[in-house]
């Protein structure tokens, strides 16, 4: 943790690689299994989630000095609920089909630990435009890291890419089941590990 | 310091002082001849095709297990068979008619991700072969379930296929098996030579005992885990597994059919992923044969072997636990209790 407060391009550059909220932090990892078994589904939660993480880091952080720590909880609670009922009702109306699949993955944003975490840890205590630059770095970071997964799981558990099929013959059923997902994210998780080492002279993530 | 050493009156060193000349290549070598008369008779049922996918699930765990460690710039442990044995077993474990891709599937996930990535052998959880199975099974459900009927020619290239004796049992009962086996003592026979359906090295149950009682011999698996495991799929099959009520079902079916008698002897008593006290290698045994039952009697598939040995594997660090002999002298602490 360094002390210099970081600049903003800094900020989303972290929340992208330095702090991948799945592969560097291991937190939300329901979602990245339960909805990465098509890259259309990854995508639409992906950008779900840059919306929630960015709307609610500028609202916790232009309230935080109004918010009475002892029930910052509960105000953090009801600001994302806002949010995710917004982009909840907004896919419900305009994209329909892929909120028939993954409907009930929008409405569980609101217990993501990532946004809260970085409602807590760092829009609570910055000013505005930091907290909006890091909570857009943390969702395309979410983003980024559902659209890798997905595309292995897709590519490999049905030979196809956004529905488009891509390869004949007998895929690996097993990547888009549950099963699938767990070996996707562990092994891809291992790779960035190993490219943090290797190339970067990091220490690698063990889930911290 | 140019004092002459002297011989040493007394030596003091750390255990183990007694060492035996068993060493794990050695041992790995032995459970793969033993495998030989199982491959010898899959071959002979089965045809050339036989030789064919086993030999390469060996080939290509062998290099996988190989690359792998020279890439990572390892010293390579190909040399003491246990990537050998679990590309044999992997073999084994398959249908006759797969296509090539599928042991080398089979392989990667074996090794790479179930042996390698944990940290080599000793340190893997599951058994590597059976889980390259599963992993099979779950991901081409359809080509993992094309049975060859035996023939027993040599030149198996377009055989028939056909249901295996619990895959009959599962549609059409007991009843159904018997009248395709002709009667109860060709049923017997046909499953104790191995002249019926199923994975390669699983179906010639007396061959899998020629190899088992070399084990035996030489020490390398003890009584507990076969035969607790046996002992409970034959109580369950006897109890439970009945058209007409408790204490009706046929055990010898169940005991002779499937891949118990390979698991029951080859796999559950894999060294690292079973218990290693004799009193928790007993409740292992038990717990296998418990699910097994479970999955073939009531389960969606017709045979559990391999999922229940895998979820005991998960169990056998506990059981080793929980089985731990106390403390010489030891005094158990009395419990307070709650007012």
Not at chain 1, 30 to 56: D, E, H, R
Not at chain 2, 141 to 153: G, R, Y
Not at chain 2, 160 to 184: H, M, N, R, S
Request: net charge positive; aromatic share 12%; charged share 15%.
């Amino acid at each position: 943790m360094s002390l210099k407060p970081k600049s903003n391009r800094e900020l989303i550059k972290n929340g992208m690689f330095g702090e991948n909220t799945i592969f560097r932090m291991a937190i939300s990892l329901c979602p990245s299994i339960a909805v990465t078994n098509g890259m259309k589904n990854g995508l639409a939660l992906g950008i779900a989630v840059v919306f929630v993480q960015t709307m609610v880091n500028a609202t916790v952080s232009l309230m935080r000095n109004f918010i009475h720590p002892k029930i910052r909880i509960p105000i953090f609670m009801l600001i994302i609920a806002g949010y995710v009922t917004i982009i909840d009702l907004l896919m419900a109306t305009y994209a329909r089909p892929i909120y028939k699949e993954i409907g009930l993955y929008i409405q569980i944003i609101v217990a993501f630990a990532s946004i809260f975490a970085r409602a807590e840890v760092f829009a609570n205590k910055n000013k505005v435009w930091p907290s909006i630059c890091d909570g857009l770095g943390m969702g395309i970071g979410f983003l980024l890291a559902m659209l890798v997964i997905s595309f292995f799981r897709e590519l490999l558990g049905k030979g196809e890419l956004f529905g488009y099929s891509l390869i004949a013959g007998n895929p690996l059923l097993i990547m888009i089941l549950p099963a699938g997902g767990f070996l996707a994210v562990g092994l891809l998780m291992g790779f960035f590990n190993w490219i943090d080492m290797r190339f970067f002279g990091g220490k690698g993530a063990s889930g911290v | 310091m140019a004092t002459e050493a002297k011989t040493p009156e007394l030596i003091v060193s750390v255990s183990p002082h007694v060492r035996g000349d068993e060493t794990v290549g050695r041992i790995m070598w032995t459970v793969n001849l033993s495998l030989l008369p199982a491959f010898i008779m899959s071959v002979y049922y089965f045809g050339p095709l036989a030789a064919y996918v086993t030999g390469l699930c060996i080939v290509t765990s062998v290099l996988f297990e190989h690359f792998y460690q020279v890439s990572l710039k390892k010293k390579s442990t190909i040399g003491d068979g246990s990537a050998f044995l679990t590309g044999l077993l992997l073999g084994l474990n398959l249908p006759p008619s797969v296509p090539f891709y599928i042991p080398v599937v089979g392989s990667l996930v074996a090794i790479i991700i179930t042996k390698l990535l944990f940290g080599g052998l000793g340190y893997n959880i599951f058994n590597p072969a059976l889980i390259g199975r599963a992993f099979l099974l779950i991901s081409f459900p359809k080509l993992m379930t094309i049975w060859s009927e035996p023939t027993a020619q040599f030149v198996a290239l377009d055989a028939k296929t056909t249901a295996t004796p619990l895959g009959i049992l599962k549609e059409g009962g007991i009843a159904k098996l018997v009248e395709v086996f002709g009667d109860k003592t060709d049923l017997y026979m046909n499953l104790l030579m191995g002249s019926r359906a199923g994975s390669l090295g699983e179906t010639s149950v007396i061959a899998l005992l020629i190899g088992a009682a070399l084990l035996m011999y030489r020490g390398y698996i003890t009584w507990h885990i076969p035969f607790s495991f046996l002992a409970t799929v034959g109580v369950m099959a006897w109890a439970l597994g009945g058209d007409s009520g408790f204490f009706t079902g046929d055990p010898l079916i169940h005991l002779l059919s499937g891949g118990l008698i390979l698991g029951a002897f080859f796999m559950a008593t894999d060294y690292v992923t079973c218990p290693s006290i004799r009193k928790g290698q007993i409740i292992f045994g038990i717990g296998c044969g418990a699910i097994t039952m479970m999955i073939r009697l009531k389960g969606g598939f017709p045979e559990g072997v391999m999922f229940a040995i895998l979820l005991m594997n998960c169990f056998a660090p506990l059981i080793d636990r929980s089985v731990k002999a106390r403390m010489f002298g030891a005094i158990k602490e009395k419990k307070e209790q709650k007012k």
